[in-house]
């Protein structure tokens, strides 16, 4: 709920600074939207693990009879399901305050629902990792924000090339980093969280 | 329950960072036996039984558990499906009722025990519909005991079990660990204070030497 109107509060208020130039609005509209989101995200991408982390349910987890990167995997999906789904979901509302072309709309809402996935799982590796350093909501986005650079060239790409009615080959590109990411992750992040258990 | 027969150690050293916390520790624990394990603070209780549990990877030496069709299974992640465990931290989230918290506990370790008999016995069963958060720190523990008796895990892993309980609360840990043990299940119980029942004691050593 706080990353939806985190979400929406980022995207407001970007036509403000920029100023009331329709047109350099409906192009920035796709990586605005897009930087918002990774933006919102990242807001609870911390708490993945922490808070069972802190209360020792995650001891009792790690103990219980799933492999921890299925219960990995469990928690990158609820965190899509809070973070990523909604904002896909609101993102052409707030599409509309930037004046995006009716042309774009589709490629919109694709590219963010292809690659909120990855967000959410390249998240965890990091939440994995950060688990057990104070702080670690800090440390965290300078982690995994370059990793997650290619969806966002990918997905704004996309948005603008369908815009200037280009051929488009991003959405390949961004379902196939999406899917690598959700298919990786869980191994990588079942492995941070076991390091840090071990302190 | 899966039963065990034993739970070996042999010639194990724990290190925490760069200092040693001992080593060549070896002892074996039998089915239907209580070790309580002593120790001043900072002597490596907690760490033994995290080692013990999978989650601390000992520098050397071996843990193994036994089945009672004499199978072994040395590594981490097998011994994982016999521990129960209650450590430090009484695992409840504050927003979660205890029976919300513990049927999801329940289904999780695959277990069909009626969540509400497991409450009554803690005797926690008339605030079974409050948020975690408003229970006081005796009753979190009482909760957590709850958790660990309808784990149905044969080696439990107790961590200073009294710590924040009344002398009501102490009975039933006894209680509880006494019919654990009688069921043919192990235990190893890091703890200051003397637990009720006798049984095997180990007595970790001094930090600073």
């Given at each position: 709920m706080m990353a939806?109107?985190?979400?929406?509060?980022?995207?407001?208020?970007?036509?403000?600074?920029?100023?009331?130039?329709?047109?350099?609005?409906?192009?920035?509209?796709?990586?605005?939207?897009?930087?918002?989101?990774?933006?919102?995200a990242?807001?609870s991408l911390d708490r993945i693990f922490q808070s069972d982390?802190?209360?020792?349910s995650l001891?009792?987890i790690?103990?219980?009879?799933l492999?921890?990167?299925a219960v990995v995997f469990a928690k990158m999906c609820a965190h899509w399901l809070t973070t990523g789904l909604p904002l896909?979901?609101?993102?052409?509302?707030?599409?509309?305050?930037?004046?995006?072309?009716?042309?774009?709309?589709?490629?919109?809402?694709?590219?963010?629902?292809?690659?909120t996935p990855?967000i959410s799982a390249?998240g965890a590796?990091?939440a994995?990792?950060?688990?057990?350093?104070?702080?670690?909501?800090?440390?965290?986005?300078?982690?995994?924000?370059?990793?997650?650079?290619?969806?966002?060239?990918?997905?704004?790409?996309?948005?603008?090339?369908?815009?200037?009615?280009?051929?488009?080959?991003?959405?390949?590109?961004?379902?196939?980093?999406?899917?690598?990411?959700v298919?990786?992750s869980p191994?990588?992040a079942?492995?941070?969280?076991?390091?840090?258990?071990?302190? | 329950?899966?039963?065990?027969?034993?739970?070996?150690?042999?010639?194990?050293?724990?290190?925490?960072?760069?200092?040693?916390?001992?080593?060549?520790?070896?002892?074996?624990?039998?089915?239907?036996?209580?070790?309580?394990?002593?120790?001043?603070?900072?002597?490596?209780?907690?760490?033994?039984?995290?080692?013990?549990?999978?989650?601390?990877?000992?520098?050397?030496?071996?843990?193994?558990?036994?089945?009672?069709?004499?199978?072994?299974?040395?590594?981490?992640?097998?011994?994982?499906?016999?521990?129960?465990?209650?450590?430090?931290?009484?695992?409840?989230k504050?927003q979660?009722?205890?029976?919300?918290?513990?049927?999801f506990?329940?289904?999780y370790?695959?277990?069909?025990?009626?969540?509400?008999?497991?409450?009554?016995?803690?005797?926690?069963?008339?605030?079974?519909?409050?948020?975690?958060?408003?229970?006081?720190?005796?009753?979190?523990?009482?909760?957590?005991?709850?958790?660990?008796?309808?784990?149905?895990?044969?080696?439990?892993?107790?961590?200073?079990?009294?710590?924040?309980?009344?002398?009501?609360?102490?009975?039933?840990?006894?209680?509880?660990?006494?019919?654990?043990?009688?069921?043919?299940?192990?235990?190893?119980?890091?703890?200051?204070?003397?637990?009720?029942?006798?049984?095997?004691?180990?007595?970790?050593?001094?930090?600073?030497?």
């Amino acid at each position: 709920m706080m990353a939806v109107v985190f979400f929406a509060a980022v995207a407001a208020l970007v036509p403000l600074g920029v100023g009331a130039d329709l047109k350099l609005l409906g192009r920035i509209a796709g990586g605005v939207l897009w930087v918002a989101a990774v933006l919102a995200a990242l807001l609870s991408l911390d708490r993945i693990f922490q808070s069972d982390f802190e209360d020792g349910s995650l001891d009792l987890i790690v103990l219980g009879p799933l492999p921890l990167e299925a219960v990995v995997f469990a928690k990158m999906c609820a965190h899509w399901l809070t973070t990523g789904l909604p904002l896909t979901i609101l993102s052409p509302v707030l599409a509309l305050l930037f004046n995006l072309p009716a042309g774009g709309y589709d490629a919109l809402i694709v590219s963010l629902a292809l690659g909120t996935p990855a967000i959410s799982a390249i998240g965890a590796i990091g939440a994995g990792l950060t688990l057990t350093v104070r702080r670690g909501g800090l440390i965290l986005p300078l982690l995994i924000l370059p990793l997650i650079s290619p969806a966002v060239i990918f997905g704004a790409g996309a948005i603008l090339a369908s815009l200037d009615g280009l051929a488009n080959g991003a959405f390949p590109l961004l379902g196939a980093f999406s899917f690598v990411a959700v298919l990786l992750s869980p191994f990588a992040a079942a492995a941070a969280v076991r390091l840090n258990l071990q302190g | 329950m899966t039963a065990l027969s034993g739970l070996d150690i042999e010639a194990l050293s724990l290190w925490r960072g760069e200092r040693m916390l001992f080593r060549d520790l070896a002892f074996s624990v039998s089915a239907g036996e209580a070790l309580q394990l002593e120790g001043p603070n900072g002597s490596g209780k907690t760490s033994l039984l995290r080692a013990i549990a999978g989650f601390l990877e000992p520098r050397a030496g071996t843990i193994r558990v036994r089945t009672p069709g004499n199978e072994h299974f040395a590594s981490g992640e097998e011994r994982a499906a016999f521990i129960g465990w209650l450590g430090h931290q009484d695992g409840a989230k504050s927003q979660l009722t205890p029976l919300e918290g513990l049927s999801f506990y329940a289904r999780y370790y695959g277990n069909t025990v009626r969540v509400e008999e497991a409450l009554q016995r803690v005797g926690l069963s008339r605030l079974g519909d409050l948020p975690a958060q408003y229970l006081s720190a005796g009753q979190k523990r009482r909760l957590a005991l709850a958790r660990l008796s309808l784990s149905a895990r044969p080696l439990w892993l107790l961590d200073e079990p009294l710590a924040s309980l009344d002398a009501s609360g102490k009975t039933l840990v006894t209680e509880l660990v006494s019919q654990h043990c009688k069921d043919g299940g192990l235990a190893v119980i890091a703890t200051h204070e003397p637990l009720g029942f006798e049984g095997p004691r180990l007595a970790l050593g001094n930090p600073q030497t």
